[in-house]
């Protein structure tokens, strides 16, 4: 049964058609595809280009009946709305007469819409060729591949770690390719934690899949009957399968440091003892320190951000400190007293004017050949007011907030916005640190306050990855905690060791104090940033007795 099959499209549903459709139009080599249906999508459900004309789909799944003349209205609404180039209704069933007709009448006045209906899908389906354009593996990524198949026939268990901008999900989808050019017909489970990312891995990974293998959706909004393939699934919903008798042959687990000691990944890898269980992360670190290895041992391959820059796979990093705001007063006071990270940080950084960012963030934007910028705020508040003065300011026209308050389409269509280079600038909070793909962003800037050295190396690592006419990215810090000038350092230091062979981008990457006085200050008080950068609010600093401050 293939992926245009009428009983499979049946079984999903109306909410999958538009992503079956959508991975049809990737086999016939339409580029830049996003399917954004639902609420708000102006009548589109799917959008892409192919030999340089843009296309909006409207997708109509029918379980019976003919499709009538309202899916003709939208697509054409959606054809000016998203001033495309053609427009199509795609549906498994057919027009009635009179979606006919009113596609006739609005071909007097416009381009014409086009049909196609469930026969001209598996038409198409049978001359799509049955692989799309192979993926070349970088020589790293072969060597995780190759580590990791070893692990999973020797113990059945195996985890990669990459960080952002090195091909996780490359290497991933090729495990998984691997398993099943090996095993014809064995059923894989993709589990991650949230439905956004899933719904990313699915697209993400069709290229490494011949089309003859089915793939859907396992969400609280998608529960197909058909698990046969490849699954890709939210945590909860893979779990309730589970339960009731679902057993793949292989599980890949997306951003494995989400597994705890207890709870639902737990339960799920419990429960599939005989599955080969692979799990993939940029960042392994967890707030409560529970030991990733306790399920997949020891890391199969490791390649950090530090490494993959000084190997020319990451951008190269201009990454600026702002420590303009420190309270002297405290430093000579951290010297009498064994002040915690959390009252120290409280006691010795003076609170950033969101001025003072938006003057650096412009001097920086003015100096970038096509800037593409993210400002990391603290709260959706600060997002939106961020935004709101960017947008008022020159050299920024459009600047877009983006947060977990913001309806999923609405997201969605504001990135599509920041991809297409209709927004420059996006002011974010947390929604950006997992599972989005981003690489053309060349600034980031910190306006926040992180105490977490995974989301600090997750939000670094939006702007790491290299695009054609870009191998660089600055960064702008307006520090306001310790553990941050402690993972900076660490990043300076392991960036600048000359054990490895690097390839010839040009200048290496930098890192720099706006206040030199500062840099000393922080090489004297933070002897060992490996363990400040990780350490917990009660700890605390040693500071010698008498300090130079220069003031």
Not at 52 to 62: H, L, R
Not at 287 to 298: A, K, N, P, S
Not at 450 to 474: A, C, M, P, Y
Request: proline share 5%; hydrophobic share 40%.
């Amino acid at each position: 049964m293939t992926f245009m099959d009428p009983t499979f499209l049946r079984d999903l549903g109306p909410r999958q058609f538009p992503r079956q459709v959508e991975r049809l139009l990737t086999h016939l080599g339409f580029t830049d595809l996003a399917t954004i249906d639902g609420a708000g999508d102006g009548g589109a459900d799917v959008i892409g280009w192919h030999s340089g004309i843009c296309w909006v789909v409207q997708c109509k799944w029918k379980l019976n009946g003919l499709i009538g003349p309202d899916a003709v209205d939208e697509v054409q609404r959606a054809r000016e709305l998203y001033h495309a180039d053609e427009a199509a209704v795609v549906t498994n069933s057919a027009p009635g007469p009179k979606a006919i007709r009113r596609a006739q009448e609005l071909a007097a006045i416009a381009k014409p819409i086009k049909f196609w209906t469930g026969d001209i899908l598996r038409r198409a389906y049978d001359r799509a060729p049955t692989t799309l354009e192979p993926v070349h593996l970088r020589p790293y990524q072969s060597e995780a591949l190759t580590a990791i198949e070893a692990a999973l026939a020797h113990r059945g268990r195996a985890m990669l770690i990459l960080a952002t901008g090195l091909g996780k999900t490359i290497v991933g989808g090729s495990v998984i390719a691997e398993h099943l050019r090996d095993a014809p017909g064995a059923n894989v489970l993709v589990v991650a934690h949230t439905r956004d990312l899933v719904a990313q891995l699915e697209r993400a990974l069709w290229r490494f899949l011949p089309k003859h293998v089915r793939t859907r959706l396992l969400t609280g909004d998608d529960r197909p009957d058909d698990l046969g393939g490849v699954t890709f699934a939210t945590v909860a919903t893979a779990l309730a399968v589970v339960r009731v008798g679902y057993k793949p042959d292989l599980v890949m687990v997306d951003e494995a440091h989400h597994i705890g000691e207890n709870g639902q990944f737990a339960e799920l890898l419990d429960r599939l003892p005989a599955a080969r269980q692979f799990g993939v992360t940029a960042t392994p670190w967890r707030g409560d320190r529970y030991d990733l290895t306790t399920y997949f041992g020891e890391p199969t391959f490791t390649l950090g951000i530090e490494e993959g820059m000084r190997r020319g796979y990451l951008a190269k990093v201009n990454y600026r400190l702002f420590v303009d705001n420190i309270d002297w007063d405290a430093v000579r006071a951290a010297s009498e007293h064994g002040y915690s990270l959390k009252e120290l940080n409280a006691r010795l950084f003076l609170p950033d004017r969101d001025e003072a960012i938006r003057d650096e963030l412009s001097a920086v934007w003015n100096k970038t050949p096509r800037p593409r910028a993210i400002v990391f705020c603290r709260t959706i508040e600060h997002a939106e007011r961020m935004a709101d003065m960017l947008s008022n300011t020159p050299p920024w026209g459009s600047v877009q907030a983006v947060h977990a308050g913001l309806a999923m389409r609405e997201r969605q269509r504001r990135l599509l916005a920041f991809r297409a280079g209709e927004t420059g600038v996006l002011t974010a909070v947390d929604i950006l640190n997992e599972g989005v793909d981003i690489p053309d962003v060349n600034i980031l800037c910190f306006a926040r306050v992180t105490h977490s050295r995974r989301i600090f190396v997750q939000q670094l690592g939006r702007g790491l990855r290299l695009r054609e006419g870009k191998d660089r990215v600055s960064v702008l810090d307006f520090v306001s905690d310790l553990r941050r000038i402690a993972a900076t350092l660490k990043l300076r230091r392991e960036m600048e060791e000359a054990d490895i062979e690097t390839l010839p981008l040009g200048e290496e990457s930098t890192i720099t104090f706006s206040d030199q006085r500062v840099e000393s200050l922080m090489e004297e008080w933070i002897k060992d940033a490996a363990s400040l950068e990780t350490a917990y609010d009660e700890h605390r600093l040693q500071f010698p007795a008498t300090l130079e401050t220069g003031t």
